[in-house]
């Protein structure tokens, strides 16, 4: 597995920004424990600049150019970072916003054209058969919502997804009518398709310990769930001003849908890019103008995520992302009082201090805490054979 770790900075406000104390952490690879890498370690006086940053992203043009913009016009970035994520044919594909034969960004979307037939031998491996993504109704007695589908011609790799993944086989399909690249969505605005997936699959296995299968198949979710998230932002128009009936005619009454504001979203090392995904997705779908602080254990892939984020153009300071320790970056981002709410996925210990701050202020906080599946190995197991 030879790639190196890319050198990166903070990204804040649309641009690679050196630590305000000019502090950067060692990469250990959990493998060989050897260092590959340093990443930058970011502290409260990087927070105050993300999040003015953030805000200044929110309020530009009134807002017009992100928050108070079509959940549509928010969905075509998405469509981009994910089309960045995922490999299709790599190298061979070249759709809209990223001409294919320059360097330059080209901001009108365009097809430029398919390559079909030519598929890279390399990429009927097992761990690349995840096909397409999409979501179906509600069969009968489920919860009145959409479940997110992975296309996957494996049936081991039902048994490998996590939940709320369901797998369906090619003969049924055909009838969902959606799929990852799809006419109308995907092809429209995506950018130039490299061989981005396999590049974030190797730093993530050299970064935080997998074997290379799992954490492709980590990244084939990431491009899956900036989808989903897409095809939500777009259903937040027919949404908005829904009307409420009420019992006086002297009365209107409609629902309006807002993005609450900046959050901050921290998350733990063991899915680096998918739990990051998980959180910024749905932010940006929203409106919302987000800070990431990934662990200081596994942040290289988050980095990588900052220049996929410039590559499709997204507007300055809608996503921020600050790496480094918990005690110096991470605290001062969850109780910084212009963070309007924190998503946070680690230890108890620390989302009970998280609460605790935000409660100070009244801050809307989401948890995800603790361990869970427990496994125990006996003595008589097996080493060699599992």
């Known amino acids: 597995m030879s790639i190196t770790i890319p050198c990166r900075q903070l990204f804040i406000d649309g641009k690679w920004r050196e630590p305000v104390k000019k502090k950067r952490i060692p990469v250990i690879n959990p493998s060989t424990e050897q260092i590959i890498g340093d990443i930058p370690a970011a502290t409260a006086e990087d927070v105050e600049v993300a999040v003015d940053a953030a805000r200044r992203a929110l309020a530009r043009n009134k807002g017009r150019d992100w928050a108070s913009a079509s959940g549509a016009h928010r969905a075509k970035y998405l ?31 365009a097809i430029e054209g398919v390559a079909a037939g030519e598929e890279e031998e390399e990429e009927e491996r097992d761990d690349q058969q995840i096909l397409s993504v999409g979501t179906r109704r509600r069969r009968r007695g489920e919860r009145e919502r959409d479940l997110p589908i992975v296309w996957s011609s494996s049936s081991d790799r039902c048994r490998r997804r996590r939940s709320p993944i369901a797998v369906v086989s090619r003969s049924s399909f055909s009838n969902l009518g959606c799929s990852l690249i799809s006419e109308g969505r995907s092809r429209l605005f995506c950018a130039e398709i490299t061989l981005r997936k396999s590049e974030l699959a190797k730093l993530e296995a050299m970064d935080c310990g997998k074997p290379l299968d799992e954490t492709a198949c980590d990244i084939d979710d990431v491009a899956g769930c900036f989808e ?22 002297t009365f209107n009454c409609h629902v309006l ?15 680096p890019l998918l739990m990051a995904t998980w959180k910024v997705a749905p932010a940006l779908a929203a409106g919302c103008a987000a800070i990431l602080k990934p662990s200081d254990l596994a942040s290289v892939t988050c980095l990588e995520l900052a220049e996929v984020c410039n590559e499709v153009g997204l507007p300055p300071g809608v996503l921020n992302i600050l790496t480094g320790s918990g005690t110096e970056a991470g605290a001062p981002l969850a109780s910084h009082p212009h963070v309007d ?24 906080v989401t948890l995800e805490l603790g361990g869970k599946s427990p496994i125990l190995v006996f003595e008589d197991v097996d080493l060699d054979k599992g």
């Open 79 to 109: 469509r981009a970072i994910a089309a960045k994520v995922h490999i299709i044919n790599a190298g061979k594909i070249h759709f809209g916003l990223r001409s294919p034969d320059s360097s330059s960004t080209v901001r009108a979307p």
């Open 228 to 249: 989903y998230y897409a095809d939500l932002a777009e259903g937040l128009d027919a949404k908005q001003k829904a009307p409420v009936s009420l019992p006086m005619e």
């Open 257 to 271: 849908k807002e993005p609450i504001g900046v959050v901050g979203l921290i998350t733990p090392w063991n899915y």
């Open 341 to 364: 709410k924190i998503a946070f996925t680690g230890s108890t210990a620390t989302g009970s201090k998280i609460m605790s701050a935000a409660a100070q202020i009244v801050k809307p």
